[in-house]
T-cell receptor
Framework: AQKITQTQPGMFVQEKEAVTLDCTYDTSDPSYGLFWYKQPSSGEMIFLIYQGSYDQQNATEGRYSLNFQKARKSANLVISASQLGDSAMYFCAMRGTRDDKIIFGKGTRLHILP | NAGVTQTPKFRVLKTGQSMTLLCAQDMNHEYMYWYRQDPGMGLRLIHYSVGEGTTAKGEVPDGYNVSRLKKQNFLLGLESAAPSQTSVYFC???????????FGPGTRLTVT
């Protein structure tokens, strides 16, 4: 069975600092995809970044990068130069290839301090 | 292009009542999903569909039924609502493969 674990329920970070949100996963699928979503206080789900298990390089999207360590089964999200607008809930998600389920972790609430 | 829409946005039910939540997408996506979000639990997959006429169980399917009679619509039904089904329900769709999901705005359901 697939499993996503986010061990940080909440984090406080000073504005302009970099922040790393942890995500570990477990799957027996030979290939899979990993996603990060942001949920601000308004409630909508916003896609941030995607990493395929066979991608040779770590994914980057603007200030977001994904630190993918396949052997350790971790897919941490790194936000560089944090901004007040980054305060939100962040979810890690995974899709395997044996079925089409996409499962989510419990999330990390990030607070950016001015 | 409205993306993914959900109807209704809010609903209050009494225990034992039934209702149907409608999810509609205008992106011609094959895959559609229903999740529930509860505090401290993240998003949990209820049911999903990989194409018109198909449905499959997710992580927490009990108490819910779904139908995908048309490609653009995915219906979530509660036959006999229970207070444990008080939650925010999100629908999502995606084109296929390892594409990202597009989410609807959510439906806040309260069962008293």
């Amino acid at each position: 069975a697939q499993k996503i674990t986010q061990t940080q329920p909440g984090m406080f970070v000073q504005e302009k600092e970099a922040v790393t949100l942890d995500c570990t996963y477990d799957t027996s699928d030979p290939s899979y995809g990993l996603f990060w979503y942001k949920q601000p206080s308004s409630g909508e789900m916003i896609f941030l970044i995607y990493q395929g298990s066979y991608d040779q390089q770590n994914a980057t999207e603007g200030r977001y990068s994904l630190n993918f360590q396949k052997a350790r089964k971790s897919a941490n999200l790194v936000i560089s130069a944090s901004q007040l607008g980054d305060s939100a809930m962040y979810f890690c998600a995974m899709r395997g290839t044996r079925d089409d389920k996409i499962i989510f972790g419990k999330g990390t609430r990030l607070h950016i301090l001015p | 292009n409205a993306g993914v829409t959900q109807t209704p946005k809010f609903r209050v039910l009494k225990t034992g009542q039934s209702m149907t939540l409608l999810c509609a997408q205008d992106m011609n996506h094959e895959y559609m999903y229903w999740y529930r979000q509860d505090p401290g639990m993240g998003l949990r997959l209820i049911h999903y569909s990989v194409g018109e006429g198909t449905t499959a169980k997710g992580e927490v399917p009990d108490g819910y039924n779904v139908s995908r009679l048309k490609k653009q619509n995915f219906l979530l039904g509660l036959e006999s609502a229970a207070p444990s089904q008080t939650s925010v329900y999100f629908c999502a769709s995606k084109r296929g493969g390892l594409d990202e999901q597009y989410f609807g705005p959510g439906t806040r359901l309260t069962v008293t």
